[in-house]
Nanobody, 122 residues
Framework: QVQLVESGGGLVQAGGSLRLSCASS?????VAWFRQAPGKEREFVAA????????SYADSVKGRFTISRDNAKNMLYLQMNSLKPEDTAVYYC??????????????????WGQGTQVTVSS
């Protein structure tokens, strides 16, 4: 069983930046970030393959967010720039226990963190 712990959330003004981190207790394969805004369903944000050779982004964050990983440290990151009020949400990291490819569906991922709150003020 892999445990994921997110950190780095907080309050930031529109146009600002935040870097989210996700620490894993063990080896993971493909990993992703999702987010859930108040009153909305959880949605895909970004994903990266097990060796980092491919990434995928939601259209709403493309060009502003960057997903990366450090397998030696069992860490996943999400660099968020040019933040907008509509980016306000709880951000979750998710990991697959055996898949090398990436996907946008929640069911693809086996492990989930507890989430970290990101609030962007206008």
């Amino acid at each position: 069983q892999v445990q994921l712990v997110e950190s780095g959330g907080g309050l930031v003004q529109a146009g600002g930046s935040l870097r989210l981190s996700c620490a894993s207790s063990g080896r993971t394969f493909s990993v992703a970030w999702f987010r859930q805004a108040p009153g909305k369903e959880r949605e895909f944000v970004a994903a990266i393959t097990s060796n980092g050779d491919a990434t995928s982004y939601a259209d709403s964050v493309k060009g502003r967010f960057t997903i990366s990983r450090d397998n030696a440290k069992n860490m996943l990151y999400l660099q968020m720039n040019s933040l907008k009020p509509e980016d306000t949400a709880v951000y979750y990291c998710a990991a697959s226990g055996a898949r090398y490819s990436i996907a946008r569906g929640e069911s693809f991922y086996d492990y989930w963190g507890q989430g970290t709150q990101v609030t962007v003020s206008s």
